[in-house]
């Protein structure tokens, strides 16, 4: 899995509790990117990274904030999560943007 | 929104048969990707083609891009059960800043043995 790594990989959580979800990769790749999966909808983007503290917004970012301090780990925050963030969660990096992405195995995420 | 939209939504074949998955896409690109993702695993990779290529082989697989009717079809030859999963392309738009890639709604391959 080109040494991505997602934690945890299952968790259920409460509406409105906070919720941290990492990616740790040891491939140094500049690029990370945070995807959620929902049947009928394909992967959607929620934020990317291009660098260390460089990141930006994806097509659907509302309700998540996102981390890197360093250059191996990415983490997605839900600040209050809501059940329509109940979703599959998948990391990737790449090399650079629009190279072919590498994933991790995903997160899958229950909001109750 | 989806730039890429896979067709047919569901495949069901026998073991030896060809597969056939079209993508069509919305915008210009620099280039279309697929992608394989095997049950609660993630995607995986297959092969890349660059908006200036017209077809690419890698093994079994062929992939084939017209720019001027915006679609791509992936071609699995001689399929095999373990080809069993679902099949995304992906788009890099050229009038993307970040050169992000945007998914399609994927295609699911069943291949009976």
């Known amino acids: 899995d080109a040494g991505i790594t997602q934690s945890p990989r299952h968790k259920v959580t409460e509406t409105g509790t906070p919720v941290t979800l990492r990616c740790h990769q040891t491939e140094n790749h500049r690029y990370m990117y945070w995807y959620r999966q929902d049947p009928g909808h394909g992967l959607r983007l929620i934020h990317y990274s291009y660098g260390v503290k460089d990141t930006d917004k994806g097509e659907v970012s509302d309700g998540y904030s996102v981390s890197r301090s360093k250059t191996e780990d990415f983490l997605l925050t839900l600040e209050s999560a809501t059940s329509s963030q109940t979703s599959v969660y998948f990391c990737a990096i790449s090399v650079q943007g629009g190279s072919p992405l590498h994933f991790g195995n995903g997160t899958r995420l229950t909001v109750t | 929104s989806q730039q890429g939209e896979e067709d047919p939504q569901a495949l069901s074949i026998q073991e030896g048969e060809n597969a056939t998955m079209n993508c069509s896409y919305k915008?210009?690109?620099?280039?279309l990707q697929w992608y394989r993702q095997n049950s609660g695993r993630g995607l995986v990779h297959l092969i890349l083609?660059?908006?200036?290529?017209r077809e690419k082989h890698s093994g079994r697989l062929r992939v084939t891009l017209d720019t001027s009717k915006k679609s791509s079809s992936l071609l699995i030859t001689a399929s095999r059960a373990a080809d069993t999963a679902s099949y995304f392309c992906?788009?890099?738009?050229?009038?993307?800043?970040?050169?992000?890639?945007?998914f399609g709604g994927g295609t699911r391959l069943m291949v009976k043995p």
């Open positions: 992906a788009t890099d738009a050229n009038n993307n800043a970040g050169n992000m890639l945007t």
């Open positions: 083609i660059r908006s200036n290529e």
């Open positions: 915008t210009s690109i620099n280039n």
